[in-house]
């Protein structure tokens, strides 16, 4: 046994080992290798110390060696076992890992013969870096298929793009006018820059659900410069309120008469022995006076409150606005809070509320002021932002500031909107928009320990407060621009 050991072993580990690694293994590693690469070595490496260690297998035990296409199934059955008995055999074997090479022990059953084994040449390091480069190529043509695929969906969106403007160019070109690509009775209109839904409907006469009805589809929060809608043009008409009647007055009941009692009878004097004196008539109760109905007091008729379609869509719109506000602004104190991947998604999308408010008050109050107003809600918003930022690290003097800063743009934002409009008081800002901090930094703390029971609660009286700003929003701008809503 010893001449067999050494022999055979001793050429193909001095002569056909030694090239691979002297010659072609030298060539690759100057070259950048991949991780697979790396991690495929260290596997072979384990694998043949691991066949080194376990060359013989306890008695009743016979070594064999995985060969391609190996399952123990396969293996139970050529050796007349079974999968249980080979699984007993090998503690911590994975049947659904078996590797080629592998050395397992088999309990061969009583009248089985020893299986040959197959005559299979192991694969050689140049084998296997073949199959590993192959592998490689490849991975590079499936990344180079989808840079193609994202290359051509680039071009396909810039030619897009392209087409889009040449069909804005064009349309400016013909002075702004566009066929009438609408139905009967409905106009085209070309979206321009900072137009909104309802804008367009305070501008053409009326209101926003009309238009979105004739648009189906639309999404009146993502217009676009150069979008065709149809417009109703025309089709708007006044609020009709109803004329106050007045209350019938009760009619009173005939009351009967009263009649007088009959005269009662006078028995007739029978004659007597004796005269007896004649009785004297009583004289009879006189009625006394029912007291007549007086006539109900007409009923003076309260005042009918009519509300145009114009308020009315202003005050939806508000009511929206505000309602963004809040729910953008919990999304994101969660996304911060939780570290979500979409914390900067969604603080993008909560900073657009403050260019919307703009939209709406530049019909009212020019550019100038509704810029100033965009400007305050956006520093409310970043300091709210820095807040839960420094509530989140613990930074309690990072808090403190942030917090005193949110409390001086409330100061700033109720002190403008009392300037541009006389219906609007200092104190109910101040008191709508402290309420209103409080209640989100409440909200924010909930949150970020955890406890989403109360933020919920706390959230659905955010939600109270903000209906209330929108409505005393509205109600300012209705009586300041009261010929816009008659």
Request: aromatic share 6%.
């Amino acid at each position: 046994m010893t001449q067999p050991q050494t022999q055979p072993m001793t050429q193909p580990q001095t002569q056909p080992m030694t090239q691979p690694q002297t010659q072609p293994m030298t060539q690759p590693q100057t070259q950048p290798q991949s991780q697979f690469h790396s991690q495929s070595q260290d596997f072979i490496e384990e694998d043949r110390r691991r066949r080194n260690r376990r060359s013989q297998c306890p008695e009743g035990l016979y070594p064999y060696t995985i060969q391609a296409g190996d399952t123990l199934w396969l293996i139970s059955q050529r050796h007349c076992t079974t999968v249980e008995a080979i699984m007993e055999a090998n503690p911590g074997l994975t049947p659904a890992n078996l590797f080629i090479d592998q050395v397992i022990c088999v309990p061969r059953g009583t009248g089985c013969a020893m299986p040959e084994r197959p005559h299979i040449r192991p694969r050689n390091e140049e084998e296997r870096r073949g199959t590993r480069n192959e592998e490689e190529r490849r991975g590079t043509r499936n990344e180079e298929e989808r840079r193609g695929t994202r290359n051509e969906e680039e071009r396909r969106e810039t030619r897009n793009e392209e087409e889009r403007r040449g069909t804005r160019n064009e349309e400016e070109r013909r002075g702004g006018r566009t066929e009438n690509l609408c139905p009967g009775g409905l106009h085209s209109y070309i979206i321009q820059a900072s137009d909104t839904i309802w804008i367009i409907a305070q501008r053409f006469q009326t209101t926003v659900e009309a238009i979105l009805d004739v648009n189906p589809g639309i999404n009146p929060t993502n217009l676009f410069i150069g979008q065709v809608i149809c417009i109703p043009y025309g089709h708007r008409l006044p609020p009709v309120c109803p004329t106050p009647q007045p209350m019938p007055m009760p009619q009173p009941q005939p009351q009967p008469r009263p009649q007088p009692m009959p005269m009662p009878q006078m028995p007739q004097p029978q004659p007597q022995p004796m005269p007896m004196p004649t009785p004297q008539p009583q004289p009879m109760p006189m009625p006394v006076p029912q007291p007549q109905p007086q006539p109900m007091p007409l009923p003076v008729p309260q005042p009918i409150m009519c509300v145009s379609e114009a308020e009315q869509s202003l005050s939806n719109y508000m009511r929206l606005l505000w309602l963004q506000h809040v729910y953008w602004t919990r999304m994101v104190i969660e996304s911060v809070a939780f570290d979500l991947p979409d914390a900067k998604f969604v603080t993008d999308r909560l900073l657009q509320n403050p260019k919307d408010f703009e939209e709406v008050l530049i019909t009212f109050y020019g550019q100038d002021n509704a810029a100033q107003f965009a400007e305050l809600l956006t520093t409310h918003l970043t300091t709210a932002n820095e807040l839960v930022g420094a509530m989140k690290e613990g930074n309690t003097d990072a808090a403190s500031d942030a917090e005193k800063r949110w409390y001086d743009n409330a100061d700033q934002i109720a002190t403008f909107l009392a300037n541009i409009n006389p219906n609007w008081s200092v104190d109910d800002w101040q008191d709508m928009l402290y309420n209103h901090l409080a209640m989100t930094k409440a909200e924010a703390n909930d949150i970020l320990t955890q406890n989403f029971e109360d933020s919920i609660n706390v959230f659905a009286d955010i939600e109270r407060e903000a209906l209330e700003m929108a409505d005393v929003m509205t109600q300012g701008i209705t009586q300041q621009f009261m010929q816009f809503f008659r």
